[in-house]
């Protein structure tokens, strides 16, 4: 009878946690491999996560080519606000989950 709750909390903390986890994080190989500081690949994708989640859900990286990605970035540049700067930190970011 304890148990009875296990499943719907575990679902819950999934619904609340899952999509916050799914993002990929950078790594110290990652900062190596593209010749940036890690901190450059982190603030990359904090802005993706403030910036480009307001009106729709975020994307995955992996869901466009980075051709589809440059285009894209240069459409929402102006919708999230963000300079050019802002704009290749994020390019950087989701260029990590591509090829
Ligand atoms: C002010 C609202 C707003 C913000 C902020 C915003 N978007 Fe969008 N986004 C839209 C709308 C509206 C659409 C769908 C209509 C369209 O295609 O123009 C869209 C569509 C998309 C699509 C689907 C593909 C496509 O071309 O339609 C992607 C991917 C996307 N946005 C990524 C981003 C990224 C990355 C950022 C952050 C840099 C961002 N969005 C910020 C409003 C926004």
Same mark, same amino acid.
């Given at each position: ?16 946690? !899952?999509?916050?986890?799914? /993002? #990929?994080? $950078? +790594?110290?190989?990652?900062? %190596?491999?593209?010749?940036?500081? &890690? *901190? ?12 480009? !989640?307001?009106?729709?859900? /975020? #994307?995955? $990286? +992996?869901?466009?080519?980075? %051709?589809?990605?440059?285009?894209? &970035? *240069? ?25």
């Amino acid at each position: 009878m304890c148990f009875r709750y296990t499943i719907p909390v575990f679902l819950i903390l999934l619904g609340l946690f !899952g999509c916050a986890t799914v /993002l #990929y994080v $950078p +790594t110290e190989a990652d900062a %190596q491999s593209q010749s940036v500081s &890690l *901190d450059t690949l982190i603030a990359g994708r904090e802005l993706y996560m403030n910036r480009c !989640g307001s009106c729709h859900n /975020l #994307y995955l $990286p +992996t869901q466009y080519s980075k %051709q589809e990605w440059t285009q894209i &970035l *240069d459409k929402m540049q102006k919708p999230a606000k963000i300079d050019t700067t802002q704009k290749e930190l994020i390019k950087k970011y989701i260029n990590l989950s591509l090829n």
